[in-house]
Structures are given as structure tokens and as C-alpha cells.
Nanobody, 121 residues
Framework: QVQLVESGGGLVQPGGSLRLSCAAS????????MSWYRQAPGKERELVGH????????DYADSVKGRFSISKDNAKNTVYLQMNSLKPEDTAVYYC??????????????WGQGTQVTVSS
């Protein structure tokens, strides 16, 4: 049974930092590219970024480039999203996802349930 479980969300002030985690099980994590997406109230889900199965390469949306970073620990079956210099417009539910082939990274196979991030003073 495939599971992706996000954690680490919460309330943070503008300019602050958070690190989200996504623990995976039920599939061969080291063979899968991972992604983070987010969805703000009343908006469509949007990509945050991708990381290759090995963790050696990443790709980010322009809106988070230079502020967010994704890392992958294949020994722990976990992918992370480090978020710095947070802005109120980063407020959203954050989801991790998985796909076997990097070429299909925009069409994930598996999804987590999401974790809420709220940036507010």
C-alpha cells in the first residue's frame, strides 16, 4: 500500500522558515522522482518543484526559486522542502507526489494528503 505522509506545516511569520517532510512507503522510493505542489484557497494546484530519483537534480517554479529547496534522503525514504523567506502568498496546502520517470514529472502517480502552511503576522 503506497503512502506519502507530509508533516511540518504550521503557522509562521513573514520572513520565517519551515521545513516540510514527506515520508514514503509502499514503493521503491529510490527509483522515483518526487515533487512538491501547493494549493491556495480558491486557486488551482501549482507546482513548487521537482527532484530526481537520485536527488542530484532539482527544478523549481519561478515563484519560489532562490527561497525554497528540495532534498531527498533515499536511506530514510523521505523528501524535504526547505522554505525560507516565506511570504503571505506562500500560504497553501502543500502536497508531495511521486512518479517513476523524470519525463513524466508533471503527471505524478502518487499523492500525499497535504499539510497546511500559513504565513501571517
Amino acid at each position: 500500500q503506497v503512502q506519502l505522509v507530509e508533516s511540518g506545516g504550521g503557522l509562521v511569520q513573514p520572513g520565517g522558515s519551515l521545513r516540510l517532510s514527506c515520508a514514503a512507503s509502499g514503493f521503491t522510493f529510490g527509483l522515483y522522482a518526487m515533487s512538491w505542489y501547493r494549493q491556495a484557497p480558491g486557486k488551482e494546484r501549482e507546482l513548487v518543484g521537482h527532484i530526481t530519483s537520485t536527488g542530484y537534480m532539482t527544478d523549481y517554479a519561478d515563484s519560489v526559486k532562490g527561497r525554497f529547496s528540495i532534498s531527498k534522503d533515499n536511506a530514510k525514504n523521505t523528501v524535504y522542502l526547505q522554505m525560507n523567506s516565506l511570504k503571505p502568498e506562500d500560504t497553501a496546502v502543500y502536497y508531495c507526489s511521486a512518479v517513476r520517470n523524470w519525463a513524466n514529472r508533471n503527471r505524478p502517480t502518487y499523492w500525499g494528503q497535504g499539510t497546511q502552511v500559513t504565513v501571517s503576522s
